[in-house]
């Protein structure tokens, strides 16, 4: 009982003293490699995770989007209210939600104009599978984001693309 409490305690102080701004930084730093940025307009570092509100987006200094809310967690991440800008804004969805989860089985979902996505990892078949529950217009719209996924034969409405890592 003893060991199961200082393995507790020591996991709790580990998430609470790891250095989030580093991670701030760092993934900025990586996005800049590929000329991203991201400018909030707040940024709050709690114990468990970053905050970034009010986001503007910008790919080569030009603006291509807004998210309302970043959440960066120790095991996630989540996006609110991404709106595209120019160019982008004729060829990508606004997104409602967007969260990515470090774990395995459904580890992605995202809720848009379009619909629903839901990415599942299998380790035991080795395979990424994206369920789509897309609405009627927006498989035409998106096509270039859609073309891949197939029709389910057992589920109406929805689409399905699968690989195997």
Request: proline fraction near 2%; glycine fraction near 6%; charge should be positive.
């Amino acid at each position: 009982m003893r060991v199961l409490a200082l393995i507790v305690i020591f996991v709790v102080t580990f998430v609470i003293s790891f250095p989030k701004d580093k991670v701030y930084y760092f993934i900025l730093d990586n996005l800049l490699a590929y000329n991203i940025q991201i400018e909030p307009k707040q940024k709050d570092i709690s114990a468990f995770g970053i905050d970034l509100k009010s986001n503007s987006i910008y790919l080569s200094q030009s603006k291509i989007g807004y998210v309302e809310n970043i959440d960066i967690g120790i095991l996630s991440l989540e996006l609110d209210n991404i709106k595209f800008a120019g160019v982008f804004k004729q060829t990508l969805p606004n997104i409602k939600e967007l969260n990515v989860y470090l774990k395995v089985g459904d580890f992605f979902d995202v809720v848009g104009d379009f619909g629903s996505v839901v990415g599942n990892l299998n380790i035991m078949d080795r395979k990424i599978v994206f369920k789509a529950n897309i609405k009627a217009n927006a498989y035409q719209k998106y096509k270039n984001i859609f073309g891949m996924f197939k029709k389910s034969k057992s589920v109406k409405g929805e689409y399905i693309y699968e690989f195997n890592i």
